[in-house]
């Protein structure tokens, strides 16, 4: 058996070990009251970030830092076969998008690092050590066609598969035998029959007998690596957890963790399960829809604030619920204590409305709209590239007065350099027979616009604008105003419809305004 941890065991120090002190205690209790709230994130690298993800994310950071405490990104990385290149540096980055940076990562390092499970092997090993010297655990020879069979077995009548616990009662001799042929045994966790009841601070107080309905379970690979029950259990305790704020899919495995725990003498943290988020029809969110990883949204133009707004307003933890909560306010209002069981049911339809809301709000600043300005600036480029036969379009001054003119009317930036909004950077192809067809006087309209726009004072807010074309189509006998405004929309934009014809005067300019008439009417 020595030649088995010799094998775990790397030389050089033992990483992270920076635990609760040993002693047992109930586990309803938790960890003491004036200890530092510590908590984690510890998804799997085996995907990208999703929204599923960045709600646990976000309800741990908004618990950490309404306590004034730490936020720690953890990535479970010990099933090594379904890792997804990418998917760390992936997680870390969104997470950082969204607002919500660890106070200790893979990245940042910390006092209680390594972060990748991967790199806590030797703490692992300790434990199992540790277990299998009290009786807890014991070595599992069982070969993996054994386990399949006894699975297929289940299946074939009907029963949830479990282990039959064989190698529970082999004894010192068997043990000794089976080890000199097979070195490499896996470790199982002795369940005992009554698990420890806890409270958990969504679901009150919860017990489930997991040895009535499951066989012991493997906490040490064959290759070393832990399953998700130790390695969670071993990190929580050296990492000082403090709350445990997880999906509600590990709700029946927390008995099983207690009793981990309970072995190992050692003091739980609180738990709290968190309901699912689901989609608006009840379904679950899949990682098939790719419209639910946060590379997306951001790569579509949805603020962070947006995201975490609809995810919260959707749920529980809030006194009430309402549209437009940033980050400070999310953190000054949330409470645990009124995190309901009842799942959440996710509108993303409703998304575009919660980002224009918090678009006009970022604008309202002056030091963000600087920021929003450069950010359209490059769209635009992207966009329509060597289009830009005037790079003036392109002036800081001139790119905030379109967003100012145009904020209640998008969604995102992105909205500014669709088609409909084209006009905005680039001069459109339109004759002088298209505006024939509309009126016989365009002439007479072009001067008369023309005319308004003389003078270097000349004053072009909306207000002015609109009553002076309205004067001008008064002016013209027979000729309606729907009408004159279709001819300079058209003169303006190329389009039939789109803003307001004074409103996009506005956002282009006296000097472009002019321009875009005196070239329809030369060509």
Not at 294 to 303: K, T
Request: aromatic letters at 6%.
């Amino acid at each position: 058996m020595a030649a088995l941890w010799r094998r775990l065991l790397p030389p050089g120090r033992v990483p992270g070990v920076w635990g609760r002190p040993p002693g047992r205690r109930e586990a309803s209790l938790g960890p003491d009251s004036g200890a530092p709230v510590r908590v984690r994130f510890a998804p799997s690298p085996t995907g990208f970030l999703h929204l599923g993800g960045l709600r646990t994310a976000l309800y741990n950071y908004i618990f950490a830092k309404k306590h004034g405490g730490s936020f720690i990104l953890r990535l479970e990385d010990t099933d090594q076969a379904r890792l997804v290149p990418g998917a760390a540096d992936n997680i870390e980055d969104m997470l950082v998008w969204a607002g919500l940076p660890p106070d200790e990562s893979p990245r940042r390092g910390g006092p209680a690092g390594p972060y990748l499970q991967s790199q806590r092997l030797a703490l692992y090993a300790q434990a199992a050590e540790a277990l299998l010297k009290t009786g807890a655990a014991y070595p599992c020879f069982c070969s993996a066609r054994r386990l399949e069979l006894l699975k297929k077995e289940a299946l074939r009548t009907r029963q949830t598969p479990r282990y039959d616990n064989r190698c529970r009662t082999l004894s010192q001799e068997q043990v000794a035998r089976k080890w000199a042929t097979d070195p490499k045994p896996a470790i199982r966790f002795r369940l005992e029959e009554e698990a420890p009841a806890f409270q958990d601070l969504v679901y009150g107080w919860t017990r489930h007998e997991v040895a009535s309905v499951e066989g012991d379970p493997v906490i040490l690979k064959s290759d070393g690596f832990p399953t998700y029950h130790l390695a969670c259990v071993v990190d929580d305790h050296h990492m000082r957890i403090s709350h445990v704020l997880r999906g509600t899919e590990w709700l029946v495995s927390t008995s099983k963790h207690l009793l981990l725990y309970r072995a190992l003498g050692w003091g739980p943290p609180c738990f709290a399960h968190l309901p699912l988020l689901l989609n608006s029809d009840g379904s679950k969110l899949s990682k098939r829809q790719g419209d639910i990883f946060l590379e997306w949204f951001s790569a579509a133009g949805f603020l962070p604030d947006a995201l975490l707004d609809i995810i919260t307003n959707c749920g529980s933890g809030f006194a009430e619920n309402q549209m437009g909560r940033t980050l400070p306010e999310l953190i000054a209002q949330f409470d645990l204590a009124r995190v309901t069981s009842h799942s959440a049911l996710l509108d993303l339809e409703k998304l575009p409305e919660f980002n224009r809301l918090h678009l006009r709000r970022l604008l309202s600043s002056e030091t963000q709209r600087r920021q929003l300005v450069g950010q359209l600036q490059v769209l635009v480029e992207e966009a329509f590239g060597s289009q830009l036969l005037d790079r003036a379009v392109l002036d800081p001054g001139h790119v905030e007065r379109v967003l100012l003119l145009r904020q209640g009317h998008i969604c995102r930036l992105q909205d500014l350099v669709s088609p409909g909004h084209s006009y905005l950077w680039t001069r459109p192809t339109v004759g002088r027979e298209q505006l024939g067809a509309l009126s016989e006087k365009v002439d007479v309209i072009a001067k008369h616009v023309l005319g308004l726009l003389e003078g270097p004072g000349a004053s072009l807010t909306q207000d002015v604008l609109n009553a002076a074309l309205k004067k001008l189509s008064a002016g013209l006998p027979g000729t309606k105003h729907s009408d004159v405004m279709r001819l300079l929309r058209m003169a303006l934009s190329g389009q039939w419809q789109g803003p307001p014809v004074a409103e996009m005067m506005v956002s282009l300019g006296p000097k472009e305004v002019r321009e875009r008439i005196q070239k329809v009417l030369s060509s």
